[in-house]
């Protein structure tokens, strides 16, 4: 073997090198976004509990977003903690809606009113919000969801 075909072995090798470890990167960075949540350090309450029959349930949600992350729905359900043989009454009807669109590692503030339903009556609840997400992170788009549980509802007359 010539000098020259020597140093082409050693460029091709260190070219292949740095292209396998620049996929092992990527690949790495992609399994861990799409294992990872959307929201962190999560806060999410009932802010006008107790809420009158007939009134809006306002929620308050604060948290950390990690990805670039577009909502592509939002549905919820309540369940009776007093009656837990009840079927599930959907929280489906948005009354207000209020998205502060932070870039992500910034908390977010994000709050949401939905419509009570028809035949809600009075008692405790466990509220359910499930929300629907196209993510971004780096060159990775991914679809992902997030549910929010146990948040505590007091409806009263």
């Not at 090798?13 to 990167?25: E, L, Q």
């Not at 196209?134 to 992902?144: A, G, I, N, P, S």
């Amino acid at each position: 073997m010539n000098k020259q075909t020597k140093l082409r072995h050693v460029v091709l090798s260190m070219i292949m090198a740095m292209f396998s470890v620049v996929g092992i990167f990527f690949m790495a960075t992609y399994m861990n976004f799409s294992k990872t949540s959307v929201f962190h350090n999560e806060n999410v309450s009932v802010t006008n509990n107790p809420v009158s029959v007939g009134e809006p349930i306002q929620i308050s949600l604060s948290s950390v977003k990690r990805f670039q992350c577009g909502s592509t729905s939002v549905r919820g359900y309540a369940s009776s903690i007093n009656e837990p043989e009840r079927s599930p009454i959907g929280l489906n009807v948005f009354v207000e809606r209020y998205t502060s669109n932070m870039e992500p590692g910034h908390k977010v503030l994000n709050s949401w009113s939905f419509k009570m339903p028809e035949g809600m009556t009075p008692g405790e609840y466990r509220i359910t919000v499930e929300g629907s997400f196209d993510c971004q992170f780096l060159v990775f788009e991914e679809k992902k969801s997030h549910v929010l549980r146990d948040i505590y509802l007091v409806v009263v007359e």
